[in-house]
């Protein structure tokens, strides 16, 4: 396939910033206005970081205006419609061990340079997916539930259970509302979550094989583009496909075009972890 760039990215040219001042695999990132916020990760020596980086990216200079209450690392966070951001889940883990799933969060306010801790997940989830929804609740994805944050609350409530445990997933919000969630670690299925009712049912179309690490990008007309991950043995793959969602569980699955390399390496690709981090969720 021939891909042509707009002019206007055809120009652009990468730039070197500066290094973040603590070094992380496997961190979080979401942008507050014109700043880019980085948690936790893995650290050199192998252990969870507690770190809040950011990057004024006018300035382009790093700061570091709090810490978290618990070092992790693969978890999500997401910036609410109050400009806060949410820390969900992930792992947390010392040196030498195998990570301990959590279902902690905290709530970042760069304003007051404080990270305080907030209603726990209902169960702990190790990889989770994070969708803000339109009326600024927040739709967490993981284990074996969709779960939805109020933040006016501060509390977590189950909104759905899913078909099959998911960790090392993908989830995307689709055009007409609902939410789409695909493979994850022994997984090749889709299912799609109704969360005005509270459902999911497993779509028809499966992958090849089970994939995990990947991402999946929203298209118009009802499809989604599944990009790279990585199967049982470890291996990335530079495939893709693109699923078409239907009505109910109709679906189909194309081949897609080939990525210039492989693509995956999460869960069980993180170079500090030697090889699946252990434990559930």
């Not at 891909?3 to 979401?30: G, H, K, N």
């Not at 969870?48 to 709090?66: E, F, G, K, N």
């Not at 501060?154 to 997933?169: E, I, N, S």
Request: proline residues 7%; charged residues 15%; aromatic residues 4%.
């Amino acid at each position: 396939m021939l891909c042509v760039l707009p002019s206007a990215l055809a120009a652009q040219t990468w730039e070197r910033l500066a290094d973040m001042p603590v070094a992380v695999a496997a961190p979080a990132v979401s942008a507050v206005g014109r700043r880019a916020v980085v948690t936790g990760g893995v650290l050199l020596g192998g252990g969870a970081s507690d770190a809040v980086q950011v990057l004024d990216l006018d300035a382009l200079t790093w700061s570091r205006p709090t810490t978290l209450n618990t070092a992790r690392y693969q978890h999500a966070q997401v910036t609410l419609a109050d400009g806060r951001v949410l820390v969900v889940g992930g792992l947390s883990r010392q040196p030498g061990h195998n990570g301990v799933p959590l279902a902690g969060c905290e709530l970042i306010d760069l304003d007051q340079a404080v990270s305080e801790p907030t209603g726990g997940l209902p169960m702990p989830m190790r990889t989770p997916t994070l969708h803000l929804l339109g009326d600024g609740a927040v739709a967490a994805v993981g284990n074996q539930v969709v779960a939805v944050f109020d933040p006016r609350a501060g509390t977590w409530g189950v909104l759905a259970a899913l078909h099959q445990p998911r960790r090392g997933h993908a989830s995307v919000l689709l055009e007409d509302g609902t939410l789409l969630v695909g493979g994850g670690i022994g997984r090749s299925t889709f299912e799609r979550v109704d969360l005005a009712r509270g459902t999911s049912i497993l779509m028809k179309a499966r992958l090849p094989g089970a994939l995990d690490d990947l991402a999946m990008v929203p298209l118009p007309g009802g499809r989604v583009w599944v990009i790279g991950g990585q199967g049982l043995d470890g291996q990335t793959t530079d495939r893709t496909w693109v699923l078409t969602v239907g009505e109910g569980s109709e679906s189909r699955l194309d081949p897609g075009p080939r990525l210039g390399l492989g693509r995956g390496g999460g869960p069980r690709g993180d170079p500090y972890a030697g090889g699946d981090c252990g434990g559930g969720g």
